[in-house]
């Protein structure tokens, strides 16, 4: 259930993902730079299913590669796109704290993804970015829509906001909004995720003490690390250092 991302971009503009067994390193990717196929890493992708029961899909873990994307339109264009590149599952923004007001996703969007991507075989998760203060808002709708539309799980990404916070103050907030969602996720049959920065060995992101609200986050049945860098690409050491670092 632990993930982490392959490096094709930042998280939510669709930067493949691809899981590994708990407790498990993952393998030297490569050069900086330079992105290889899955099979260099020694990773084997499970075979898709034809389609998917919308009825059987909660709380399924993502096995595979993954895609996270922020919704749009062009349903159909990304899921032609993901079908050629052997994609298994797809993360979709469903909430957007940090705007004002709250952007959320409409439902009828949403089931859109999940109605042709599931008919594809690939499963659907949602995420969004929390805002401290903000956890009944945020748990509430990106559980609600998931329910609607077939996601088996949610993500919450929490960022910069909870950092400005201080160590503490940071954890205190994560900690509150990440059991609430935590428990709701139990209650419903969702799996439960957390995305944020990767290690604090990657430079591009020198936020301080960050792992004081991550552990906020203890619990969550999934994690997914960010390994990317701010120019779209990543040092070797990455995957291996931000996977070690989570677990």
Request: with cysteine; proline share 7%; aromatic share 12%.
């Amino acid at each position: 259930g632990v993930a982490a991302g392959n490096a094709f971009g930042s998280c939510g503009a669709g930067s493949p993902s691809v899981s590994a067994p708990v407790g498990q390193s993952l393998p030297n990717t490569g050069p900086t730079g330079q992105n290889y196929p899955l099979t260099h890493a020694g990773l084997q992708l499970p075979q898709r299913a034809e389609s998917l029961d919308p009825n059987a899909v909660r709380g399924v873990f993502p096995k595979g590669k993954g895609v996270w994307m922020f919704g749009g339109p062009n349903v159909e264009e990304k899921l032609q796109l993901c079908l050629a590149n052997d994609v298994h599952w797809i993360a979709v923004m469903t909430i957007n704290q940090a705007k004002t007001p709250t952007r959320v996703t409409s439902l009828d969007l949403l089931k859109k993804y999940g109605e042709a991507f599931l008919s594809k075989g690939i499963y659907v998760y949602h995420w969004g970015w929390p805002e401290p203060g903000k956890d009944e808002e945020f748990v509430n709708t990106i559980i609600t829509n998931a329910l609607q539309s077939g996601a088996s799980g949610v993500i919450a990404d929490p960022e910069a906001p909870y950092e400005r916070l201080g160590a503490e103050g940071a954890y205190q907030a994560a900690f509150k909004s990440g059991q609430l969602l935590i428990n709701e996720c139990k209650r419903n049959g969702l799996l439960s995720g957390f995305t944020s920065y990767g290690a604090l060995a990657v430079p591009t992101f020198a936020f301080a003490k960050r792992d004081r609200w991550y552990r906020g986050y203890q619990g969550v049945d999934m994690c997914f690390p960010q390994v990317y860098g701010g120019n779209g690409h990543y040092k070797s050491l990455w995957p291996r250092t931000n996977f070690d670092y989570w677990t």
